[in-house]
């Protein structure tokens, strides 16, 4: 050991407690004192801090150390100070925070040579006070922490991080340390540049994080997969990102009426607020911090378990740096996203405002990340690929690519198919059209531009549209294709996907993409709730053993009763039963459509059943795994449901509320769905015909194949009045079917 590793390695272990440096940190340390300009690049976690802390308290004079986030400043100096004890001055910040007394404070120490540290937000930097104040100081070197701001390319473009260099200039050259997670070649070359140390001696770590499980979900249902999951890991530390304050508002509540110990963190809190759920986090009172990316950057918990990201993130580099956070100190760290295409679409408009360049640059940064998560291949494989490092082992055993291959086929007939049909058209179309074509789908759309009659209409139509457009987005992906985002998503075929035409060869395409929401591209919410509604059908995950049981039990009941099946339980309902496991009529009646008057009616053989069920094949039943809805609010369903106990005519209710008849027979609907039970035979007796009430009341216990208002409107309608109608279903399933 030479005599500079020495002296460092007994200040490690003096100021620090360690006994030996991490991956670059005693390389890159002695860099900067021999005066070089260095650039470190490490993940987060690998211990940047130390690369510039240590010499600091080495070197003569004060280290400036530039770090963008005033509210993490604090920590930092305390932490100095925690390590080196008895000298408060040795470290300081200088913020906007400050009052004057504390202001003079720092200058006493700045200027009589016991800082060793000194943290500056940018913004502060460009001051004229602070610089006619650092000019008078002797400066060590200067320390760009999160250096990647600076890069528009990054994932957290600071402007005033562009001012660096010329404030170095006037204050008073000195040698320069940047330091940054983010290693994408044009982040880097950016940093290098801007700063003006082209010539720095760079230390890159691999990105590689072992203990690291990446996943990307699809997004159905995410808050109830949430709640499993956080269940299933109980006690363990986790963050939650979202795009929005409003969703980090609802998920966190929604997390905390189930029971889950959480708290939410965005910038719309107020300052107190945010560091006092930042605090609980860190000091382990709550499990689960729901947040915006405002939260995290510079936050050294060691030990978060897993990190969800409930939307996709808007870049490869913020989705590292986030997931990053996750296992730092080498353990367990599960990171989980949920993906839906449309919302990938939602970023892409909200790009449309912005200026040209900014928007090229984030649509390209989306389009990577959309292909990351739609990929077959291994994620490990293709983050380290994104920071221009192989990975060479073919199966890193801890992404769900690996773990779950998703079956491909090889589509150099197809994708030939698509291409030749963009490339023949003489306009561009969206998504959705190409697909009607290949498939042969007549619609008003192919009819007005005639493409029912090219020779390519229905060439594909042994496949179904989806397939077409799972498709095209892969050629998207492949960039074969390319779509615009200013024309709502028009295709174009790119050169490559020229000279694929020219030269086809094969493709490897995903079989059976599961993500949902993908197909079409400007759809309403009223079809995405149609597709939740439809992947719940399809995959309620329940256990189909038991399921087929509770059917069986049902068809008896329903022989025994002279009820049909689904006056008894729905199939929802059943479907939740197989999924939650109820023992207990309590716990019957989170599944859905069950109300207490139903729970208690018919379900007393089914949680015996599941219980024996439970018993006998060892499950182990998803810890009290039961997703309760936040309260609604709804002042109207409370006034409907006082004032038809008190017996109100409808009228009377329904002008009071100022909504029609018809409104007011929608809301007492959804209250009765929910398994509220309500009287209102003091209302039909005076407006509806005796017999009329009995023969519909006959008709859905006798003959009705479901509850359905729309298919006893279509049965009955010729006889009676609407109004008669849902009144009287009404009283049905208040008396029986609740
Ligand atoms: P980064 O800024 O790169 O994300 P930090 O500087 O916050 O990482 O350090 C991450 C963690 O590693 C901290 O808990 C820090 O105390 C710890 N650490 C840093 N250097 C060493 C070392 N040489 N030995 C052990 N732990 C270290
Ligand atoms: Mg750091």
Redesign the pocket.
């Known amino acids: 050991m030479d005599e500079i590793s020495g002296i460092l390695h007994s200040k490690?272990k003096e100021f620090f407690g360690?006994d030996?440096?991490?991956g670059d940190?005693e390389d890159s340390i002695k860099s900067l004192i021999a005066g070089n300009d260095v650039f470190v690049l490490?993940p987060?976690?690998?211990?940047?801090?130390?690369c510039y802390q240590l010499p600091a308290l080495v070197l003569e004079g004060t280290a400036i150390v530039i770090s963008p986030l005033i509210a993490l400043m604090k920590n930092q100096v305390d932490a100095i100070r925690g390590f080196v004890s008895g000298n408060e001055g040795i470290a300081h910040f200088l913020n906007s925070s400050l009052n004057k007394a504390q202001i003079q404070a720092v200058r006493n120490d700045l200027l009589s040579g016991v800082t060793k540290l000194l943290y500056v937000a940018p913004e502060s930097l460009t001051k004229e006070d602070n610089i006619a104040l650092l000019k008078e100081v002797r400066i060590s070197f200067y320390a760009v922490d999160e250096a990647h701001c600076i890069s528009e390319w990054g994932h957290d473009f600071r402007p005033e991080y562009r001012r660096i260099l010329p404030l170095i200039n006037e204050i008073g050259k000195a040698p320069v340390i940047a330091l940054t997670?983010t290693a994408t070649p044009k982040v880097q070359s950016d940093i290098l540049k801007t700063l003006g140390i082209q010539d720095a001696k760079v230390f890159k770590s691999s990105f590689n994080r072992p203990n690291l499980y990446y996943e990307i979900r699809d997004k159905v249902e995410p808050e109830k997969d949430i709640i499993r999951f956080i269940k299933q890991n109980p006690g363990k530390s986790g963050i939650i990102y979202c795009l929005s304050r409003k969703k980090v508002e609802e998920l966190a509540s929604l997390l905390a009426i189930n029971g889950i110990k959480a708290l939410p963190y965005h910038a719309g809190l107020d300052a107190k607020t945010r560091s006092e759920n930042q605090d609980r986090f860190l000091m382990e009172d709550v499990d689960v911090i729901v947040a915006t990316i405002a939260f995290g950057m510079?936050i050294?918990k060691?030990d978060v378990r897993f990190v969800i990201h409930y939307d996709m993130p808007k870049s490869i580099e913020e989705y590292y740096q986030e997931t990053g956070r996750a296992g730092?100190d080498g353990e367990e760290g599960l990171c989980i996203t949920y993906y839906s295409y449309k919302d990938i679409q939602k970023l892409e408009k909200f790009m449309q405002g912005k200026p040209v360049a900014e928007q090229e640059i984030g649509r390209q940064l989306l389009n990577e990340t959309v292909a990351y998560a739609e990929s077959n291949q291994c994620r490990r494989k293709l983050l380290l690929k994104y920071f221009g490092e192989d990975y060479l082992p073919d199966n890193c055993a801890s992404c769900d690519n690996c773990i779950n291959p998703k079956p491909t086929f090889d589509g150099q007939k197809e994708m030939g198919l698509v291409l030749r049909l963009v490339d023949t058209l003489q306009e561009n179309f969206k998504i959705e059209h190409l697909a009607h074509i290949l498939k042969g789908t007549v619609n008003s759309m192919t009819k007005t531009y005639k493409h029912d009659a090219l020779p390519l209409f229905g060439a594909g139509k042994d496949h179904d549209e989806k397939f077409w457009a799972t498709v095209i987005h892969q050629g998207i992906i492949l960039r074969l294709l390319y779509k615009e985002i200013d024309t709502y998503g028009l295709i174009h075929i790119t050169p490559e996907g020229k000279d694929f035409l020219d030269h086809p060869h094969p493709v490897k395409l995903v079989e059976d993409r599961v993500f949902s929401n993908s197909y079409g591209s400007d759809d309403d919410d009223e079809e995405d709730a149609e597709a939740s509604k439809a992947a719940l059908k399809g995959g309620g995950g329940g256990d189909p053993a038991l399921l087929s049981m509770l059917k069986d039990l049902r068809k008896d009941m329903s022989r025994k009763l002279k009820l049909q099946p689904w006056i008894i339980f729905g199939d929802p309902a059943l479907d939740d039963m197989s999924i939650l496991y109820p023992i207990s009529i309590e716990e019957l009646r989170n599944c859905q459509g069950v109300g207490e008057g139903k729970a208690r009616k018919f379900g007393k053989e089914f949680v015996d059943l599941i219980r024996k069920y439970v018993e006998e094949n060892d499950i182990e039943r998803p810890e009290d795994f039961v997703v309760k809805s936040a309260p609604t609010k709804s002042a109207n369903k409370v006034y409907i449901i006082q004032s038809i106990d008190r017996q109100m005519s409808l009228e009377d209710i329904a002008e009071a509320r100022g909504i029609d008849m018809g409104d007011l027979l929608t809301e007492i609907e959804a209250i009765v769905a929910s398994g509220t039970r309500l009287n209102l035979d003091y209302y039909i007796r005076q407006e509806v015909d005796d017999d009329v009430v009995d023969e519909i009341y006959d008709y859905f216990k006798t003959e009705a194949s479901s509850d359905s208002l729309d298919n006893a409107l279509k049965d009955l309608g010729g006889d009676y009045e609407e109004m008669e109608i849902r009144l009287v279903r009404i009283k049905f399933l208040c008396e029986v079917a609740n």
Do not use: E, H, N, V
């Not at 987060?44 to 130390?50: A, E, F, M, N, Q």
């Open positions: 490690l360690y030996a440096f991490k940190q490490m987060t976690g690998g211990g940047k801090s130390l997670a510079g050294d060691p730092r």
